[in-house]
């Protein structure tokens, strides 16, 4: 909770420096890179930092979480929090490094807003940062301990049993521990991070969803190639279609994310576009494996058939459930014979939710976007409609 004097002050400077707060974390990223360049070669994406994307989630958030205390001041913003705890958990983020980015925001703050940078609001804000840190170093310190592992202590050898051609740019890594040991529990839905080292010697990381369930013998990632080459915002994924192969090894961290199945026993739908089919396959396995049965609706946007990486699994799991139906649509090729729509996610041509859906969605913002607003126009309740965002999470700071 924010102290009523630094609750005044954040409340009056928040137009200022939400205003400004876009050229603070420019600035800030500057100043922590030049700094500790091996922050930004060993665990930022240098994709999301080339592209802004990281500037504009990291602005976001703070702006959101500093509004949500001056706004809701018994309460806290916890689904942000968690998803960006999880997020670094994946990277092996740790207590120490939260004093690092405190140096380098403040000074940015400081450079950015000037004069209008009293003591006063110095503290208020800096209220602010700590509140929003140390509720991130302890939910992720309670993941650390659910894995068992020492803080930061994420990341483990695992080697690549078999590589599948999913589509022309789609590729599944089936793993298994290098150590012959046990793979670690997750959630169908988490993700993994993957860290790889490029020619240039960084050791660039990216998440890539868990494609199968927890009870499948082995883990697999479905990595689709981003197309450039191996650019910034595509190096890692080039890396791996380029160079990696059954026999391999990937180092690779302990499972984490927040979107996972929440009831078990409730009416479903998933919804993804692109890769992000890859967490709603894995949940599509776990409920089959399972033995659900209320209803499942199953739903996927591609540009093709031949692009829909996990085609045949997202039909053959979804037909081992006792009430599931799938629903596609195409950009162009969509087989009528099957059932296939040509053109944009529809959900009016489907029957009405069953009370009580979960929705989860996974693909690019703008889908996920329209697809919730019509959720919400046929009834389902925003508390049960859940997402996940592959790279830097910009709901907020799109909102």
């Not at 209008?116 to 209220?127: G, I, K, S």
């Not at 190639?225 to 961290?253: F, I, K």
């Not at 929440?262 to 739908?269: G, N």
């Amino acid at each position: 909770m924010l102290s009523e004097k630094s609750t005044a002050t954040v409340r009056a400077t928040l137009p200022a420096v939400g205003a400004a707060i876009g050229d603070i974390t420019e600035l800030f990223y500057r100043k922590l890179f030049e700094a500790h360049p091996e922050l930004l070669r060993d665990l930022f994406n240098r994709g999301n930092q080339a592209a802004g994307l990281q500037k504009q989630a990291l602005a976001g958030s703070i702006a959101a979480f500093a509004t949500h205390l001056v706004e809701h001041p018994d309460t806290r913003p916890d689904v942000m929090l968690g998803r960006i705890a999880h997020k670094h958990a994946s990277l092996g983020v740790t207590r120490e490094q939260y004093p690092v980015v405190h140096r380098y925001l403040f000074a940015a703050i400081a450079e950015v807003l000037g004069d209008a940078v009293t003591p006063e609001v110095a503290e208020a804000w800096d209220e602010v940062y700590w509140l929003m840190a140390n509720a991130l170093v302890a939910i992720e310190e309670r993941l650390y301990a659910g894995h068992r592992i020492a803080a930061g202590d994420v990341w483990r050898e695992w080697t690549v049993t078999a590589r599948i051609e999913e589509t022309a740019d789609c590729a599944t890594f089936q793993l298994v521990p290098a150590d012959g040991g046990p793979a670690p529990a997750h959630l169908p839905g988490q993700y993994v991070s993957v860290q790889v080292t490029l020619a240039d010697g960084a050791r660039q990381i990216r998440q890539y969803s868990l494609s199968t369930a927890p009870g499948s013998a082995v883990r697999a990632i479905t990595v689709k190639r981003v197309h450039g080459g191996p650019t910034p915002d595509g190096e890692v994924s080039h890396h791996l279609h380029a160079h990696v192969r059954a026999g391999d090894t990937l180092r690779v961290s302990a499972p984490y994310g927040d979107l996972v199945l929440h009831d078990a026993a409730a009416p479903v739908l998933l919804a993804s576009a692109g890769i992000g089919c890859t967490p709603m396959v894995a949940m599509l396995e776990h409920l089959a494996e399972t033995g659900h049965t209320a209803p499942v609706t199953v739903v996927h946007a591609d540009r093709s058939p031949a692009d829909h990486a996990l085609r045949a699994d997202h039909r053959r799991l979804t037909g081992k459930l006792a009430d599931a139906a799938a629903h596609f649509w195409y950009e162009d090729g969509a087989e009528e014979s099957e059932g296939d729509r040509t053109g944009l996610v529809d959900l009016t041509a489907l029957p009405e939710p069953a009370p009580g859906t979960r929705a989860y969605l996974c693909g690019p913002l703008p889908f996920m976007r329209a697809v919730r607003e019509q959720l919400l126009a046929r009834g389902v309740p925003a508390a049960d409609i859940h997402y996940e965002v592959f790279g830097p999470d910009l709901w907020l700071a799109t909102a």
